[in-house]
């Protein structure tokens, strides 16, 4: 099942990244190669950085590193190379596979599938990694006139800690208003048991052997 969705999750992503174009054009094409790229990479990736820590590559491992793919390629999608869109990829799965463990195990945070470490950090270092891969000489479409890539590269730092700004004030200012409403967190008990159980009186799947 696991990857199952990750198969559809991948080839919805094309429509997510080539469908920004806004038309079918080369751009959307090259939106699309360089996500399937991408996502191949981080993929790749993880699984070599699972054979090295633990010397048991997983299926999990394999799903969660297309994601993180995915994720870093997404804001340089259709602005990048082919070439640049592999190495954006294997980058990709590395960091957001150290930034999993760290998170997981150094800071005990329950990030609920990854979240914030594969498609937060991945989306972060695709932002950063725009700047650099985007200049003509390397295959991108360029910068604009008289901008340096370090210029860019300011502009992409300030684009992050905007949307960071933004998403964690909202965040936080939902939160508040939801828990005035309904409680934002179950007891041990249903915790233990699983939502579904706890909240609908039913499991979801059923596995016999």
Not at 118 to 130: M, N, R
Request: contains cysteine; negative net charge; charged residues 10%.
């Amino acid at each position: 099942m696991t990857m199952m969705g990750a198969g559809m999750l991948w080839v919805g992503w094309f429509g997510f990244n080539g469908g920004s174009a806004l038309a079918a054009d080369a751009s959307a094409g090259n939106a699309i190669l360089v996500t399937h790229l991408s996502a191949s990479a981080g993929a790749l990736a993880w699984t070599a950085a699972e054979w090295v820590k633990i010397r048991k590559p997983t299926s999990i491992g394999i799903v969660t590193g297309c994601v993180a793919g995915l994720a870093t390629i997404t804001p340089a999608a259709g602005y990048v190379s082919p070439a640049a869109a592999l190495l954006i990829g294997l980058a990709g799965g590395l960091v957001c596979f150290f930034v999993t463990l760290f998170v997981k195990h150094r800071l005990v945070i329950d990030d609920s599938l990854d979240v914030f470490a594969v498609h937060g950090v991945g989306g972060i270092l695709g932002s950063l990694l725009l700047a650099v891969f985007v200049p003509a000489g390397l295959g991108g479409v360029g910068l604009a006139e008289g901008r340096t890539v370090l210029d860019q590269l300011g502009v992409q730092v300030l684009a992050v800690v905007v949307v960071a700004l933004w998403s964690g004030v909202a965040t936080y200012g939902l939160g508040r208003a939801l828990g005035l409403v309904t409680p934002l967190r179950v007891d041990q008990e249903a915790e233990h048991d699983g939502l579904d159980l706890a909240s609908h009186g039913e499991r979801a799947y059923e596995f016999t052997a």
